[in-house]
């Protein structure tokens, strides 16, 4: 529907229609759509001069059906019954034609629809009935062939053109009105039903599915790299059963071979209800596996994978429980939520769910065969205990897919919700945009006219590639009909033009996967790989040394080197010691800064309410007003809590963490001049050694974090204290508060049934219903919020406690390696001293073999890097 069209005439008709003097802000979609609805029941039922008790129940039936229970609709449609009826609307038909000036073909067809319904509530259509139908179809440009159709599936009859059934069928495809309003969804899902089956198509059995080439090649390629750690790890052992290389080479090079063979390239859809998420994963994988239907139907968070066997696991929020293999029968009813909630208010029904995710696995699905885990988020904007989930996830996405409806693109939410990934991915930094947000426009079959496509087009380039660029890199942007994609793969429609642009879109991301994020996992993880052979050449050179007799302790200098040990392992507690003294002071001072900052946060965040804004005026939405409202108190609440913790809490963190962080740095140059001294007297290298694992502490290539190449990728490191344990910086604070107390899908739900019931329908002032709505949300709002607070700031606090924690056991970790390198050195001496001369040789020609089979490996490397960077 293109609301700009809604002109003071239009205006003017329906505040006549209704008898209330409304504004342009008081008409949305489903409003306008209903009074011409009215008008086209109506005027079927004084066609004929008549009026039965089918048609009157008839006409109830329809409304009832279509305009859910406690709805301000309901009581707007009698409204515009009794208007309709005493001026005689139906028989003024430039009035209709003003009332479905912005209607698109597919809305004037459903109103049309139901006038066919109507006409047949007593059992056969009268032909002046079919006149008048005729008349308005004509005038509002409505194809004869579709009037035919109707006719015959009201009235029961066969229908003769199977062409024209499949096109109506098409027009009035529920899935086209999804970003419209649920009313014309319901009112669509009502008219198909009956409707004969649409026919189907001839399937040709050849799918065309991308053969994912590239992505073929990169798994190759990290196999090889994985080969490389089997030959590593098989040097490494040798090593270790001689005695000549430390134990800790052998956890290094299983943690990395470990991560190699678990990694895989995480793509996550995201949008909105309405985009076509399903439709589009369906299409990415080439069959119809996720549940695709007219209502918001993603209750859950579902990972795509590949599987030796076709299987389905249900994980539970409950971790104490275990998983649970489910029939695919069982998938299609857990990845949803019920239609009956889904019609109404699906807040409750989610945030009640027991399940935690639903993995799906696949033998024969090509993408996830080549490495790919997709991830079916289940939404950004359906309800907002689903929004937390998916921000949860995004942190260890390698592609972001940001799903968006032609008919509605890039609307005002949606473009706050790319800005919000942005900084997220960008830890904070909004003058350059992410590289790996990917903008699908979905539904450009809907926009019939040339022009309208190239509007389309450049409203989303002027966006995303503005002075403020949300998105960053080539071929990010992408125009499909998901739809008619997967009808094409699945017909073998190969020369299909919609299937060619999906085909463009799934290269593009291909390309970036393996390019852009493979290639840099791919040097990571050889970065890490080469950290461990310079290390185990380093021990190789010291046995060496050794075994040449440039290298000895004595009986004499063997206690320093314990007593050395000793000191590197006293050194590990006090630092223990130090860090809970640091944890406690920040606790401290970050309960002090809070007690302050919720002092005065009731008045900052009342006062920000005067700026709220709705397109929905205060009588016709006044629902979905208080749902705006709703949504900018979180949104505030949420802009408070952010800048209290980059400002406040991190400034503590900091501050105490870098008290910490020159402990460890004096302990480490302690460490390092103590073996300096060593290197001097004995001639060894344990400084060499040292330094290797403090670099290779801090590298990333290995695959520290989660299962995906994102995670395998360093953090910028500025990103602050927040923006590492949550999702970016810009917004860290927020989630850490929100996430996981499910708080902000208990304030929406609480604001949705005590504002909405509380006030009820409104023909007063509107800015006075405007204030008590406000004012009604910030008091429900902070009594959810003041009943969180405890738990609120125990989340902080554990996060606090954590991020010292896991700088403690990494120096911890260090200071053990540390300690195994003097051990070594000590177990090599002795061994020495109890070899012959002739073992001695012996090993010398063995060392010489290990050094060179080091040198294999990394030509190996070497060879494995190049290839894949061609």
Same mark, same amino acid.
């Given at each position: 529907?293109?609301?700009?069209?809604?002109?003071?005439?239009? =205006?003017?008709? =329906?505040?006549?229609?209704?008898?209330?003097?409304?504004?342009?802000?008081?008409?949305?979609?489903?409003?306008?759509?209903?009074?011409?609805?009215?008008?086209?029941?109506?005027?079927?039922?004084?066609?004929?001069?008549?009026?039965?008790?089918?048609?009157?129940?008839?006409?109830?039936?329809?409304?009832?059906?279509?305009?859910?229970?406690?709805?301000?609709?309901?009581?707007?449609?009698?409204?515009?019954?009794?208007?309709?009826?005493?001026?005689?609307?139906?028989?003024?038909?430039?009035?209709?034609?003003?009332?479905?000036?912005?209607?698109?073909?597919?809305?004037?067809?459903?109103?049309?629809?139901?006038?066919?319904?109507?006409?047949?509530?007593?059992?056969?259509?009268?032909?002046?009935?079919?006149?008048?139908?005729?008349?308005?179809?004509?005038?509002?440009?409505?194809?004869?062939?579709?009037?035919?159709?109707?006719?015959?599936?009201?009235?029961?009859?066969?229908?003769?053109?199977?062409? !024209?059934?499949?096109?109506?069928?098409?027009?009035?495809?529920?899935?086209?009105?999804?970003?419209?309003?649920?009313?014309?969804?319901? !009112?669509?899902?009502?008219?198909?039903?009956?409707?004969?089956?649409?026919?189907k198509p001839q399937v040709n059995q050849k799918h065309l599915v991308s053969s994912y080439h590239d992505l073929k090649k990169f798994q190759e390629y990290r196999q090889q790299l994985n080969g490389v750690c089997d030959r590593l790890s098989q040097i490494i052992q040798e090593g270790c059963d001689r005695a000549v290389l430390t134990d800790a080479l052998t956890g290094d090079i299983k943690t990395t071979q470990e991560r190699l063979q678990s990694q895989c390239?995480?793509?996550?859809?995201?949008?909105?209800?309405?985009?076509?998420?399903?439709?589009?994963?369906?299409?990415?994988?080439?069959?119809?596996?996720?549940?695709?239907?007219?209502?918001?139907?993603?209750?859950?968070?579902?990972?795509?994978?590949?599987?030796?066997?076709?299987?389905?696991?249900?994980?539970?929020?409950?971790?104490?429980?275990?998983?649970?293999?489910?029939?695919?029968?069982?998938?299609?009813?857990?990845?949803?939520?019920?239609?009956?909630?889904?019609?109404?208010?699906?807040?409750?029904?989610?945030?009640?769910?027991?399940?935690?995710?639903?993995?799906?696995?696949?033998?024969?699905?090509?993408?996830?065969?080549?490495?790919?885990?997709?991830?079916?988020?289940?939404?950004?904007?359906? !309800?907002?205990?689903?929004?937390?989930?998916?921000?949860?996830? %995004?942190?260890?996405?390698?592609?972001?897919?940001? %799903?968006?409806?032609?008919?509605?693109?890039?609307?005002?939410?949606?473009?706050?919700?790319?800005?919000?990934?942005?900084?997220?991915?960008?830890?904070?930094?909004?003058?350059?945009?992410?590289?790996?947000?990917?903008?699908?426009?979905?539904?450009?079959?809907?926009?019939?006219?040339?022009?309208?496509?190239?509007?389309?087009?450049?409203?989303?380039?002027?966006?995303?590639?503005?002075?403020?660029?949300?998105?960053?890199?080539?071929?990010?942007?992408?125009?499909?009909?998901?739809?008619?994609?997967?009808?094409?793969? %699945?017909s073998g429609k190969e020369n299909d033009n919609y299937l060619k642009a999906f085909q463009g879109f799934t290269s593009s991301v291909e390309k970036f996967l393996t390019v852009e994020r493979g290639s840099i996992s791919l040097q990571q993880s050889a970065a890490g790989i080469q950290q461990i052979i310079d290390t185990g050449c380093d021990e190789l050179n010291q046995k060496q040394k050794m075994l040449d007799g440039e290298l000895r302790v004595s009986q004499q200098e063997k206690p320093k080197i314990f007593e050395q040990m000793a000191e590197v392992s006293g050194r590990d507690v006090k630092i223990r010691v130090l860090a809970e003294e640091l944890i406690e002071q920040s606790l401290e001072e970050t309960l002090e800064s809070w007690n302050e900052w919720v002092e005065g946060l009731a008045e900052r965040v009342i006062s920000k309410s005067k700026y709220w804004t709705s397109e929905h005026g205060h009588i016709m939405g006044q629902d979905k007003l208080t749902k705006d409202y709703a949504n900018q108190f979180v949104r505030d609440i949420t802009q408070e809590t952010e800048n209290w913790a980059n400002q406040k809490v991190q400034g503590i963190v900091r501050q105490n963490m870098a008290v910490l962080e020159e402990q460890i740095r004096e302990d480490i140059n302690a460490i390092r001049q103590e073996f300096e001294k060593l290197d001097k007297q004995h001639s060894s290298n344990l400084v060499a050694q040292f330094n290797h694992l403090a670099i290779a502490g801090n590298v990333g290539g290995i695959g520290i974090g989660g299962s995906g190449f994102a995670s395998s990728i360093p953090e910028i490191e500025d990103g602050g204290f927040f923006g590492g344990i949550g999702i970016g910086a810009a917004v860290g604070a927020a989630l850490l508060v929100f996430t996981g107390l499910g708080i902000i899908p208990v304030i929406l739900g609480g604001l949705a049934a005590g504002v909405g019931g509380g006030l009820g329908w409104s023909w007063l002032d509107g800015d006075a219903v405007k204030e008590q709505i406000r004012q009604k949300v910030c008091e429900l709002g902070f009594e959810k919020f003041d009943e969180s607070a405890e738990s609120i700031l125990g989340k902080i606090q554990e996060k606090i406690i954590a991020g010292f924690e896991e700088r403690i056991e990494a120096n911890s970790g260090l200071m053990k390696k540390a300690i195994l390198r003097l051990e070594n050195l000590l177990e090599q001496q002795e061994q020495r001293e109890r070899q012959t001369q002739e073992e001695c040789d012996a090993e010398k020609v063995w060392l010489a073999q290990k050094r060179g089979e080091f040198e294999q490996v990394q030509h190996q490397i070497e060879v494995i890097l190049h290839q894949s960077a061609r």
């Open positions: 529907m293109d609301k700009s069209l809604i002109t003071p005439q239009t =205006v003017d008709l =329906v505040s006549r229609i209704t008898g209330q003097k409304l504004s342009k802000q008081d008409i949305d979609s489903p409003a306008l759509f209903l009074a011409a609805l009215v008008t086209v029941l109506l005027g079927v039922i004084y066609a004929d001069g008549t009026v039965s008790a089918e048609e009157t129940q008839r006409l109830r039936t329809t409304l009832t059906e279509l305009i859910p229970p406690n709805n301000s609709l309901r009581q707007l449609a009698m409204l515009m019954a009794k208007g309709v009826k005493e001026h005689q609307f139906y028989k003024k038909l430039p009035e209709f034609l003003v009332l479905t000036a912005g209607f698109s073909e597919a809305e004037k067809l459903l109103l049309i629809s139901f006038g066919y319904q109507m006409s047949a509530a007593d059992g056969t259509i009268d032909e002046r009935e079919k006149q008048y139908l005729k008349i308005i179809a004509k005038r509002i440009g409505i194809d004869e062939r579709y009037l035919t159709v109707l006719s015959a599936s009201f009235s029961n009859q066969a229908i003769g053109d199977t062409a !024209a059934l499949a096109e109506v069928h098409s027009l009035l495809d529920p899935a086209q009105f999804q970003a419209i309003h649920s009313l014309f969804v319901r !009112a669509a899902s009502h008219i198909i039903e009956h409707l004969p089956a649409k026919p390239f995480r793509v996550v859809v995201v949008g909105d209800f309405s985009k076509g998420k399903s439709t589009l994963l369906n299409a990415l994988l080439g069959e119809k596996i996720q549940p695709v239907r007219d209502i918001p139907c993603s209750g859950t968070v579902t990972i795509l994978k590949y599987g030796s066997q076709r299987r389905v696991i249900c994980r539970y929020k409950d971790k104490d429980r275990p998983e649970q293999e489910i029939s695919p029968e069982q998938y299609q009813e857990k990845a949803s939520i019920s239609e009956e909630a889904a019609l109404g208010s699906y807040e409750d029904e989610i945030a009640k769910s027991e399940i935690a995710e639903i993995v799906f696995e696949h033998p024969d699905l090509e993408l996830c065969r080549n490495g790919v885990e997709i991830i079916d988020s289940p939404g950004l904007n359906e !309800a907002e205990s689903r929004i937390l989930v998916t921000q949860q996830i %995004l942190k260890t996405a390698d592609a972001i897919i940001f %799903l968006t409806n032609a008919q509605s693109v890039l609307t005002k939410t949606e473009r706050e919700l790319l800005l919000d990934l942005k900084k997220d991915l960008n830890y904070g930094k909004e003058d350059e945009g992410a590289r790996n947000i990917f903008i699908v426009v979905n539904f450009v079959d809907l926009l019939q006219e040339e022009e309208s496509r190239k509007q389309v087009r450049r409203r989303v380039e002027t966006i995303v590639n503005g002075a403020n660029p949300i998105i960053y890199g080539e071929n990010r942007i992408h125009f499909i009909s998901a739809k008619s994609a997967l009808d094409a793969i %699945l």
